[in-house]
């Protein structure tokens, strides 16, 4: 059975806990708000907001995790072949000159 001094000190250590995570969660919140206004003012600025989340995330990620995702997408690309599901890169298309002069030729 716990004594009083054991039971104020885990009441203490409960109520530091407790408004810590208060606090943090508040912050959280306020934060959460402050990235969903600045997406909404990049939109409105003409940004895609999903790949500028993307870019984010990769700017974000350690080269051990980038190493990671780009295997993944090789993975993801070499099934899509596989399957047949992968568009062919089309060729660059064939450089024309346009005519110099008024284009029409005189005989």
């Known amino acids: 059975m716990a004594t009083n001094g054991s039971t104020n000190g885990h009441h203490n250590s409960l109520q530091h806990y407790v408004t810590a ?3 943090f969660m508040e912050e959280k919140k306020a934060v959460s708000q402050a990235i969903r206004n600045l997406m909404a003012e990049a939109s ?5 907001v999903l790949a500028l989340r993307d870019v984010v995330k990769a700017k974000l990620m350690s080269r051990q995790q980038a190493e990671a995702q780009e295997q993944r997408n090789d993975a ?3 099934y899509l072949e596989a ?3 992968l568009a062919a890169p089309e060729p660059a298309p064939a450089q024309t000159t346009k ?3 008024k284009g029409v030729a005189r005989q």
């Open 44 to 48: 409105s600025h003409g940004f895609h």
């Open 99 to 101: 005519p110099r002069g």
């Open 83 to 85: 399957l047949g599901m």
């Open 76 to 78: 993801y690309e070499s």
């Open 21 to 23: 995570l208060t606090q």
